[in-house]
């Protein structure tokens, strides 16, 4: 779900974005690039665009495939998992949206398994500096 969402509001970012378009580039990073800075608007590994991202957990702490300077937009939804009959269900919400720059010392290594991909997470104040950087939040009604 994080990556379907996250591949949503990317594409909508990029629709409604005056300078912002979509990194062609298969699985390149960022996500949103710099229209015109990259030839063919494709780029491997660049510098010049947001990184876009999505999670259920409060607060925006998201695992990245590496430490590096970006910047980094973060939504946070929720879904209601446990209202039964299911199709009682409410629907799927934005709780909370960040957006900051952050850099390569604001990650923490995460140990990977056999079967798994190496991950950064931002640390605990690298998430502080992601949390400054809130666009938006949920009322607690």
Sequence with gaps: MS???SD?????????SRALVENTYFNGHPDLIVQ????????????????IKSTRKAG?????????????????YGV???TEPASERSA???????????????????????LGTKTAT????GVLKLREGWIYKESES
């Design 3 to 5: 990556g379907l969402i």
């Design 8 to 16: 949503m509001a990317t594409a909508s970012l990029a629709k409604f």
């Design 36 to 51: 015109g800075i990259y030839k063919n608007n494709a780029v491997q590994s660049g510098s010049e665009g947001v990184e």
């Design 60 to 76: 925006g702490a998201v695992d990245t495939h590496g430490a590096r300077q970006q910047y980094m937009c973060v939504f946070v």
């Design 80 to 82: 209601d998992n446990a």
């Design 92 to 114: 799927m919400r934005f709780k909370e949206v960040y957006l900051a720059q952050v850099m390569e010392s604001d990650f923490r290594s995460n140990s990977r398994s056999s």
């Design 122 to 125: 931002l640390h605990k104040s």
